[in-house]
């Protein structure tokens, strides 16, 4: 009687390729170790018995111990899961990544699916922040999905070290601080978290800053070494002033420069200011009175600090 011992993410019809060359050894297999079924599940570390020379297919079994193989196919495949709670976010990753962990605060129940073999993994979110980590315990071909589900809100979540690709908000969350780090990636899902007060961009690379619009509650936006054009700051900057109603006062930390010059624009033959260049909207957004009466708009671009009360400081 000879003894198999699986090896991870193997399933029966592995190990039956694996010893007979075919998976009609699955018969045999069950004959010698009574407690299997189909519809159960192998574990790395598991023995199991079979019979001694019993081969049907012997240019197979050759074909895998000639080139080191161990069938396991059984890695590709995700089973699937359900939660109580409703999905609110999902995050692709590279299908290379093998752990993952991001930081969280918050109050309330969520629901993690890793997007692997591993089960649900529930976390009561708390105020003190706590770092949620996780090593995947199989192998896709496609982007990996992050799901989270649960009824939360949050307080602080960092989500750089996740290394997203793509990141689903799929019903407006509440999110009082947002922080992603040196990532590549479209942020049209932050218009979803509307309740945002401080956002952490630095060393973002991302196609417009527009979606950060609809969050009027910002009050304070650090997009320090993002690989931004300057045409897309200035859009941003335009965008602000001609959607400045309902607006709190924000503090702004910029190193790629808007156009222009710090100065107040033009205006037309109605006196109404027409700006040219992104400077000019700083401008508009620092002196406005009545667009800086709860606080002064703060804007500090490359060193150079721009405000209601200071004008300029270098």
Same mark, same amino acid.
């Given at each position: 009687?000879?003894?198999?011992?699986?090896?991870?993410?193997?399933?029966?019809?592995? *190990?039956?390729?694996?010893?007979?060359?075919?998976?009609?050894?699955?018969?045999?297999?069950?004959?010698?170790?009574?407690?299997?079924?189909?519809?159960?599940?192998?574990?790395?570390?598991?023995?199991?018995?079979?019979?001694?020379?019993?081969?049907?297919?012997?240019?197979?079994?050759?074909?895998?111990?000639?080139?080191?193989?161990? #069938?396991?196919?059984?890695?590709?495949? *995700?089973?699937?899961?359900?939660?109580?709670?409703?999905?609110?976010?999902?995050?692709?990753?590279?299908?290379?990544?093998?752990?993952?962990?991001?930081?969280?605060?918050?109050?309330?129940?969520?629901?993690?699916?890793?997007?692997?073999?591993?089960?649900?993994?529930?976390?009561?979110?708390?105020?003190?922040?706590?770092?949620?980590?996780?090593?995947?315990?199989?192998?896709?071909?496609?982007?990996?999905?992050?799901?989270?589900y649960g009824d939360f809100s949050i307080y602080e979540i960092n989500l750089s070290s996740l290394n997203a690709r793509d990141i689903h908000v799929f019903r407006p969350v509440y999110c009082e601080k947002l922080v992603l780090n040196s990532l590549s990636i479209d942020i049209?899902?932050? +218009?979803?978290?509307?309740?945002?007060?401080?956002?952490?961009? !630095?060393?973002?690379?991302?196609?417009?800053?527009? #979606?950060?619009?609809?969050?009027?509650?910002?009050?304070?936006?650090?997009?320090?070494? +993002?690989?931004?054009?300057?045409? !897309?700051?200035?859009?941003?900057?335009?965008?602000?002033?001609?959607?400045?109603?309902?607006?709190?006062?924000?503090?702004?930390?910029?190193?790629? =420069?808007?156009?222009? =010059?710090?100065?107040? #624009?033009?205006?037309?033959?109605?006196?109404?200011?027409?700006?040219?260049?992104?400077?000019?909207?700083?401008?508009?957004?620092?002196? =406005?009175?009545?667009?800086?009466?709860?606080?002064?708009?703060?804007?500090?671009?490359?060193?150079?600090?721009?405000?209601?009360?200071?004008? !300029?400081?270098?």
């Amino acid at each position: 009687m000879g003894k198999y011992i699986v090896t991870t993410g193997q399933n029966l019809f592995d *190990v039956a390729l694996h010893i007979y060359g075919s998976i009609e050894g699955i018969i045999d297999l069950m004959m010698n170790n009574p407690d299997l079924s189909l519809a159960g599940t192998l574990k790395a570390g598991d023995e199991l018995s079979y019979s001694d020379g019993y081969v049907i297919d012997a240019g197979v079994v050759a074909y895998y111990k000639a080139n080191h193989i161990i #069938p396991a196919n059984g890695e590709r495949r *995700v089973y699937y899961k359900t939660s109580s709670y409703p999905l609110l976010v999902e995050v692709l990753i590279e299908n290379t990544e093998t752990n993952v962990s991001f930081r969280i605060s918050g109050n309330g129940n969520m629901e993690i699916d890793w997007g692997d073999n591993s089960g649900m993994e529930p976390v009561s979110l708390e105020y003190k922040s706590r770092d949620i980590y996780h090593a995947f315990d199989n192998t896709i071909p496609d982007k990996r999905k992050i799901r989270l589900y649960g009824d939360f809100s949050i307080y602080e979540i960092n989500l750089s070290s996740l290394n997203a690709r793509d990141i689903h908000v799929f019903r407006p969350v509440y999110c009082e601080k947002l922080v992603l780090n040196s990532l590549s990636i479209d942020i049209l899902f932050i +218009a979803l978290f509307p309740d945002l007060l401080k956002l952490d961009l !630095q060393g973002i690379r991302t196609e417009t800053l527009l #979606p950060l619009i609809e969050c009027r509650n910002l009050m304070e936006i650090n997009l320090s070494g +993002a690989k931004l054009k300057t045409e !897309q700051v200035d859009e941003y900057l335009f965008t602000l002033v001609q959607k400045h109603y309902g607006r709190r006062s924000c503090r702004v930390t910029l190193t790629s =420069e808007p156009s222009g =010059e710090y100065r107040e #624009p033009g205006r037309d033959e109605n006196s109404k200011y027409v700006i040219t260049s992104g400077m000019e909207a700083v401008w508009l957004l620092c002196n =406005e009175p009545s667009w800086n009466e709860g606080g002064s708009w703060n804007f500090n671009i490359n060193g150079k600090t721009y405000t209601a009360e200071h004008g !300029q400081d270098n």
